[in-house]
C-alpha cells in the first residue's frame, strides 16, 4: 500500500541514484529513511531546505547554501 504513494515514487528512483531530497513536506519516513541513508553514506548528493540542519549532526564533506538570510515572519535577517 505505501509503496504507491506518490511521494515514495518520486524519492525512491532518485534514492536508487544515491540523490536525496530533505524537506519539511515529506512524510516523516520518508525524512527518516534520508536522513539514516545519508549518514551512512549511501546518498552522495543531498538537496534540502534548512529543516535538514536543524538539530541533526550528519557528516556532510561539501554544504552549499542558496542564501544566508532567512524570513522571520516579519523581515529578513541573517
Do not use: C, Y
Request: aromatic share 8%; no cysteine; glycine share 8%.
Amino acid at each position: 500500500e505505501d509503496k504507491t504513494l506518490p511521494q515514495i515514487n518520486t524519492v525512491l528512483p532518485l534514492l536508487k541514484k544515491g540523490v536525496g531530497i530533505h524537506h519539511s513536506g515529506l512524510l516523516p519516513i520518508i525524512k527518516e529513511t534520508i536522513e539514516i541513508l545519508f549518514g551512512e553514506g549511501l546518498i552522495k548528493a543531498l538537496f534540502a531546505t534548512e529543516t535538514f540542519s536543524m538539530g541533526l549532526n550528519m557528516p556532510a564533506r561539501t554544504v552549499l547554501f542558496t542564501a544566508a538570510r532567512k524570513f522571520d515572519g516579519k523581515e529578513l535577517r541573517w
